[in-house]
């Protein structure tokens, strides 16, 4: 079968699409979870009125609301059409309207050059091939213009989590690990010839009732847990629940749980 097939979804990466769909409008809880985050990314962006900004994984489009909200004309893709779907919904009444498009990070259906600053926030870094992804984020970038990232740590809250779902997974583990775009090194690596990158770090401050709460939260909206859940046994559900909740017990708190998320920002100005 070609690689790449008439939506531009390329076949390595139909799974995916499917998991991270899973949530459908659900995985705006998600976005709501990191928005101090995603609004970090954003203002550090700094588009202008009229700049056209690309906003790459957009998952329900709360980071290309956000890009909008300067006055930019938007277009924000997303591999999976359920999100692109719920991001249209609610995106309703955004001025200016934003551009939602179903296609894939690592084939982005543009001209060389055709945006002015480009967005990803915790999504281009789970592309299946990091080298290809990083290309098509030079590629479409104009010169002088910005490419502004947000990534989660290597080592931190997030990869933790991250360890505890794994273990509960049967499916083998992706060649190259999204945790890896938090690495200066390897950003250097992708990115450093096309972009002039400066970092800055960040930590994510998520606050949530109760262990319960938060594993309801997240397995109505996040489409990789919900569609792990779904896939195992009575017992083994039970096991990968009592093993998150251990996970999350450890950042309770008097007034519920406070959880705090370590991530880097990556500031790229195009060569």
């Known amino acids: 079968m070609s690689e790449h097939l008439s939506d531009g979804i390329q076949e390595h990466n139909r799974d995916q699409a499917a998991i991270w769909g899973a949530g459908g409008r659900h995985y705006d809880l998600v976005s709501f979870a990191i928005s101090d985050a995603l609004a970090h990314a954003a203002q550090r962006l700094s588009p202008k009125p009229g700049d056209k900004v690309l906003d790459v994984a957009t998952g329900t489009g709360w980071s290309a609301r956000n890009a909008a909200r300067f006055g930019a004309n938007v277009t924000a893709i997303d591999i999976s059409a359920d999100l692109i ?3 249209r919904r609610l995106s309703t009444g955004v001025e200016p309207p934003i551009n ?5 990070a690592e084939n982005l ?3 060389d050059e055709s945006f002015d600053k480009i967005l990803s926030t915790f999504g281009v870094i789970f592309a299946g091939n990091h080298r290809r992804a990083a290309g098509e984020l030079a590629r479409i970038c104009g010169k002088g213009g910005r490419l502004c990232m947000s990534t989660w740590a290597p080592t931190g809250a997030v990869a933790r989590l991250f360890a505890v779902i794994s273990a509960h997974t049967k499916a083998p583990p992706p060649k ?3 945790l890896s775009w938090g690495d200066p090194a390897h950003l250097e690596d992708l990115l450093g010839r096309e972009f002039k990158l400066t970092f800055e770090h ?3 401050n998520a606050y949530h009732e109760s262990v319960d709460a938060i594993w309801n939260w997240y397995l109505r909206g996040f489409g990789p847990l919900r569609t792990l859940y779904e896939g195992l046994n009575e017992d083994e559900r039970a096991a990968l629940k009592r093993d998150v909740d251990a996970y999350h017990a450890h950042y309770q708190v008097e007034a519920g749980l406070h959880i705090r998320r370590e991530y880097l920002i990556v500031i790229g100005e195009k060569r």
């Open 100 to 104: 939602y498009r179903v296609a894939d």
């Open 85 to 87: 779907d719920a991001a």
């Open 202 to 204: 960040g930590t994510n």
């Open 109 to 111: 259906p543009f001209p």
């Open 176 to 178: 190259e690990s999204s």
